[in-house]
Nanobody
Framework: QVRLAESGGGSVQAGGSLRLSCKASGFPSVSNCMAWFRQAPGKEREGVAAIYTWDGTTYYGDSVKGRFIVVQDDRSHRIHLQMNDLKPEDTAMYYC?????????????????????WGQGTQVTVSA
């Protein structure tokens, strides 16, 4: 059974940077979609970024394009989300999610219910 462990997050001023990490354990395959979603209080869950672990293809939500980068440690089942030029509207709980034996695809964030498991979440707070 795959398990996810997140790390990183914290508080930063606008314009700053943070890095989140997510490690998948439990003998995951090498061909998965690993993604970051976020949810702020009172708002819907939003897809942030995703990476297809077989070939490193990446996908980004419109609100973070050009500021966030998702990368993976080669075949170590660990991904990182480098968040640059953070804005107060990036404040949210960030969740790592896993979809086994699957590509991500351009509509990767349309059906978050197809991701399982999910991490416990890590808080990111950006002050103005």
């Amino acid at each position: 059974q795959v398990r996810l462990a997140e790390s990183g997050g914290g508080s930063v001023q606008a314009g700053g940077s943070l890095r989140l990490s997510c490690k998948a354990s439990g003998f995951p395959s090498v061909s998965n979609c690993m993604a970051w979603f976020r949810q702020a209080p009172g708002k819907e869950r939003e897809g942030v970024a995703a990476i297809y672990t077989w070939d490193g293809t990446t996908y980004y939500g419109d609100s973070v394009k050009g500021r966030f980068i998702v990368v993976q440690d080669d075949r170590s089942h660990r991904i990182h989300l480098q968040m640059n030029d953070l804005k107060p509207e990036d404040t949210a709980m960030y969740y790592c999610a896993f979809k086994s034996l699957s590509v991500c695809g351009v509509d990767w964030d349309d059906e978050p219910q197809k991701f399982t498991p999910w991490g416990q979440g890590t808080q990111v707070t950006v002050s103005a």
